[in-house]
């Protein structure tokens, strides 16, 4: 959970994902065309992918990626974050969290 927490925490946005995912791919090309860069930690291609995998889950994230954290924080998965695109709140977080510039 500590390697989580400060991972999450070096980057305005950071997202746990596999490489293989989807919808983690979805959600990576949601913030690249709003011009955030965020950090990625591919799961599958970590040697303690597992571990962390399993600190998410007792994070409360579910499924266990993409896992979204914006300034620190957890926001949610691919479900989260695509409701917060669509009602028009991503962008402040994103404002707020010095990922996006306007």
Not at 17 to 45: N, W
Not at 49 to 74: D, H
Request: proline share 3%; aromatic share 6%; net charge neutral.
């Amino acid at each position: 959970m500590d390697r989580i927490t400060k991972l999450a925490s070096q980057r305005a946005v950071v997202i746990f994902s596999k490489s293989t995912c989807c919808m983690c791919h979805a959600i990576k090309r949601l913030f690249y065309e709003q011009g955030v860069s965020p950090m990625i930690h591919e799961l599958d291609e970590d040697s303690r992918g597992k571990e962390m995998e399993y600190a998410l889950i007792k994070l409360g994230c579910s499924p266990t990626v993409p896992a979204v954290f914006i300034g620190g924080k957890f926001v949610g998965s691919a479900d989260v974050v695509m409701t917060l695109q669509l009602n028009g709140s991503l962008k402040q977080m994103l404002i707020d969290a010095g990922a996006l510039w306007l």
